[in-house]
Nanobody, 113 residues
Framework: QVQLVESGGGLVQSGGSLRLSCAAS????????MSWVRQAPGKGVEWVSS???????SYRNSVKGRFTISRDNAKNALYLQMNSLTPEDTAVYYC???????RGQGTQVTVSA
């Protein structure tokens, strides 16, 4: 059974940082591309960042230079380091496994002005 469990969200002031984590289990994490997606209040889900099994990364334009996605295959873990946060980054952030079609329960990130 595929499980994706996010953690690390919280309330932070504008300009602050947070590090999200995702613990994965139930599938071959080391060969899977992984993504972070988010959903802001009243809006649809939007893609934030992805990382291939080989470590190639990609980001949506609005987070480039501020967010860093990474993975630790030995720990079956996915991370998202978020710096210089703005109120526009407020959303529920989800760990996403495109290969398996699964998504975690999400972690709330709230950035105050």
């Amino acid at each position: 059974q595929v499980q994706l469990v996010e953690s690390g969200g919280g309330l932070v002031q504008s300009g602050g940082s947070l590090r999200l984590s995702c613990a994965a289990s139930g599938f071959s994490f080391n060969v899977a591309a992984m993504s972070w997606v988010r959903q802001a209040p009243g809006k649809g889900v939007e893609w934030v960042s992805s990382i291939t099994s080989g470590g190639i990364t990609s980001y949506r334009n609005s987070v480039k230079g501020r967010f860093t996605i990474s993975r630790d295959n030995a720990k079956n873990a996915l991370y998202l380091q978020m710096n210089s946060l703005t109120p526009e980054d407020t959303a529920v952030y989800y760990c996403d496994s495109p290969n398996t079609g699964n998504r975690g329960q999400g972690t709330q990130v709230t950035v105050s002005a």
